[in-house]
């Protein structure tokens, strides 16, 4: 949980209550390196995020999901699921120092094919071929193993 203005990775709550979607809980924080308060969204565990579909329902935010939906659009690529985890990080580290509660999935789905971008082309490819219509990380995991079954 990094401070969003300064980076530093200690803070403490100053507030805490469940937020209006009762899927996580919203926490006020207080750096402890330059002071400045941000506020964070967190799952039980420390999953931060939720994840808003299109038709306006969210989902918390499942790492595992995307991971899956990753191993798919990198399959018989040269890429290995240490380096997967680490780009999931990277997106993950982004959303934190953004200080981001909550991201369309569709903006996630950007966010992916950002990192993507510079990591592997066909991945990226397989990527971007579904991603701008799935409603849902696990509409965009199907239509991934669907496209894996027509290679
Ligand atoms: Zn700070």
Do not use: W
Not at 125 to 142: G, M
């Amino acid at each position: 949980m990094r401070c969003p203005t300064c980076g530093a990775s200690e803070s403490k709550v100053v507030d805490s209550r469940p937020s209006e979607d009762d899927l996580s809980i919203r926490r006020r924080r207080q750096c402890l390196g330059c002071g400045r308060r941000f506020t964070t969204y967190e799952r039980l565990g420390d999953n931060p995020l939720i994840v808003v579909k299109s038709d306006g329902s969210s989902e918390a935010y499942d790492r595992e999901k995307l991971m899956r939906g990753l191993l798919i659009a990198c399959a018989k690529r040269p890429v290995s699921p240490e380096q997967i985890g680490t780009l999931i990080d990277g997106i993950e580290n982004d959303l934190r120092n953004a200080s981001v509660g909550e991201i369309r999935s569709a903006d996630l789905g950007d966010l992916v094919l950002q990192k993507l971008s510079g990591f592997d082309e066909v991945a990226y490819v397989r990527f971007a071929s579904v991603y701008k219509d799935f409603q849902s990380l696990e509409e965009f995991a199907s239509a991934l193993e669907a496209f894996r079954r027509h290679e």
